[in-house]
């Protein structure tokens, strides 16, 4: 199902959080981890050290007065990569070192040409924007072709996956892809969808069963009331869900930017959540 995951290195906590979630699926599904350290040139301007955060405690401004500030940070980049291809190598898996320099979402946008998905954390060492998701993350999510994999704050097995559903493009992608991971690993899914109009949202369920029928996956569907985010997100824990997944559009085919309903999930929750195109 992934052949090939893309995984940014930078150090941070978000980051860490997101290798060993790839590493996690890259074992169930024997997977190459394509692993990302990029030097982000915003760090190459003096007035963003201080967003830099882990970086002050991992002493960089030391090293960058006794050497040119681009080889501190290239070295720096050289030993998160080795670490994590070392880390990837004890867990039996195949993996592939990308060293690049640019804009970090870019730069990721550019590599996932060469994996089935992105595999992210909330947030990494640029702090730059308010609130639990990081900057770069929510630009991933509203640019990537390919499906983004955001790690939760905690690790997860992610056997039990909920798929948010309102009958629309995108979320039927999601659908799809959600019931090919149920069904490579044999796992129950259970259908989310969120409508106040009986009638209507039972036609909308009935569609994601008609489709689920065609797959050898057990699965349950649910009509849920009132706001999107709050009725998917107060669902999560009564279930014991440890993986959503989500479309990156609404049924109207508005972009899920932020404040929108896919933002309001990943900020909601702390378990994993995958959000497809």
């Known amino acids: 199902m992934f052949a090939r995951l893309l995984v940014g290195l930078d150090g941070s906590s978000g980051a860490d959080a997101a290798l060993d979630s790839a590493i996690g699926l890259a074992q169930r599904f024997k997977t190459t981890v394509v692993l990302a350290a990029i030097t982000d040139i915003r760090l190459l301007e003096a007035p963003l050290f201080e967003a830099a955060g882990p970086m002050w405690a991992e002493g960089v401004p030391a090293a960058a007065a006794t050497m040119d500030l681009r080889q501190a940070l290239d070295e720096r980049a050289t030993r998160i990569l080795d670490a994590a291809v070392a880390k990837v190598t004890d867990a039996g898996l195949a993996s592939e070192a990308v060293r690049a320099t640019g804009l970090v979402e870019d730069e ?53 996956p909920v798929v948010a559903y309102d009958g629309g493009e995108t979320s039927s992608h999601a659908l799809e892809l959600a019931a090919r991971y149920a069904e490579a690993l044999e796992l129950p ?52 869900a440890d993986l959503l997944v989500a479309g990156a559009h609404g049924g109207r085919r508005r972009s899920w ?19 497809h195109r």
Request: aromatic share 4%; net charge neutral; proline share 3%.
């Open 189 to 240: 899914l259970a259908v989310l969808h969120v409508a106040d109009n009986t009638a209507a949202g039972d036609a909308v369920l009935a569609k994601a069963a008609a489709f689920l029928s065609g797959h050898r996956v057990a699965f349950e569907t649910h009509r849920l009331t009132g706001d999107v985010a709050r009725a998917v997100t107060a669902f999560l824990a009564p279930y014991c």
């Open 108 to 160: 990721l946008l550019r590599l996932s040409d060469q994996a089935e998905a992105i595999v992210v954390g909330r947030r990494g060492e640029l702090h730059t924007d308010t609130g639990d998701l990081g900057g770069v993350t929510s630009h991933i999510i509203k640019r990537s072709s390919r499906p983004v994999f955001v790690a939760g704050d905690e690790p997860s097995t992610c056997e039990r």
């Open 257 to 275: 930017a932020i404040g929108s309903h896919a933002e309001k999930l990943l900020r909601a929750t702390s378990i994993p959540v995958i959000i």
